[in-house]
């Protein structure tokens, strides 16, 4: 598809939820992309043994995720490995920036799974205020500034390589195994980090008794809070807000699965992507006949 092509429905996810909503909207004859991450549903390949989806008794969740990416693949669906940064309304359709591309859709299914929630003291609070998700988005604003980030997968160390040539330090703290590829004038932390504190702004990160004076604190590589990917999008306790069309608070925005909410599980998550692709769906085809000229 060219730059410029407008998908009917872009999914954002490519676990359960997303591929189940991905296949429905297929079947319906619209178009359709699905943007993921490295691993599509890191959940579901976890589980050893899945005991209750209805027909595959005692199946690997890796087994089970394979047969899902392979049955919407074969559909001829393209699956990004593209994280999404933000979503945008804009004229009849969104805006979907990437870290990689812009793709535009008439309409999205979000299916991020379980919402990450903010785990460090004054995270929340210092959220837009000096501290960030995404480096390649902000970083700019850091350029021969201090900051750190705080690494829970190989995904940072390509944002650190970036904010390195433009910061006058970097600490990087990996909260993963396996580092691999950082600049040498990147500054490894080992150590947990415990607290963002500051004044309007961030100021210090603490590691328990250790402080690191910095202007950022970066939290890269996991998942993105739903909100964050759309400011304003209504939430419920924590999760997104759906009526049963799995309509959120933003019209010809669905969702679907455990972003929706508990019972966090495969067979709910198949059921709600359906039912979000579907409607996601309809309402292209209903604001289609309604631009036709009588
Ligand atoms: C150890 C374990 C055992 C389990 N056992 C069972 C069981 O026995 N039975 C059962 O029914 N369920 C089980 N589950 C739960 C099940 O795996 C989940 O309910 C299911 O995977 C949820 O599907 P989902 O599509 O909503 O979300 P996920 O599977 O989490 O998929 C969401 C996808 O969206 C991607 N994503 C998130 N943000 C972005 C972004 N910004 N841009 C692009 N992609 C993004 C994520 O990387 C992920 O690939 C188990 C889970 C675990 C961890």
């Known amino acids: 598809m060219s730059e410029r092509t407008v998908y009917d429905v872009a999914v954002i996810g490519c676990g359960p939820a997303g591929l189940s909503a991905a296949i429905n909207v297929k079947v319906r004859n619209r178009t359709v992309v699905v943007l993921g991450t490295e691993v599509c549903s890191p959940p579901l390949n976890k589980a050893p043994r899945i005991e209750n989806y209805l027909g595959f008794p005692g199946v690997a969740g890796a087994e089970l995720r394979d047969n899902f990416v392979e049955h919407t693949t074969s559909m001829g669906i393209e699956i990004k490995r593209d994280k999404v940064d933000a979503i945008l309304p804009e004229d009849d359709g969104f805006m979907i920036t990437t870290r990689e591309e812009v793709i535009r859709a008439q309409t999205v299914v979000m299916a991020t799974g379980i919402p990450y929630r903010p785990r460090l003291r004054g995270e929340a609070e210092f959220l837009g205020r000096g501290l960030s998700y995404c480096a390649t988005c902000d970083g700019p604003l850091y350029r021969d500034k201090d900051i750190a980030i705080i690494a829970h997968s190989t995904e940072a160390e390509v944002e650190a390589n970036y904010m390195a040539e433009i910061c006058r330090q970097v600490f990087y703290l990996p909260l993963y195994d396996g580092m691999a590829n950082l600049e040498p004038e990147i500054k490894v932390i080992e150590g947990k980090p415990t607290r963002v504190i500051g004044d309007n702004t961030v100021t210090e990160l603490h590691l328990g008794e250790e402080r690191l004076k910095v202007d950022g604190v970066f939290i890269v590589g996991a998942e993105t809070p739903p909100e964050s990917l759309f400011p304003g999008l209504k939430m419920d306790n924590n999760h997104i ?18 972003c929706t909410g508990p019972p966090y599980q495969v067979a709910k998550s198949v059921g709600e992507g359906q039912i979000a692709g579907l ?16």
Not at 241 to 256: E, F, H, K, W
Request: hydrophobic share 35%.
């Open 279 to 294: 409607n996601a769906a309809k309402l292209v085809v209903a604001k289609r006949s309604k631009r036709k000229p009588k």
């Open 241 to 258: 807000a759906v009526d049963r069309n799995m309509q959120t608070s933003i019209p010809g925005l669905y969702a679907g699965g455990d």
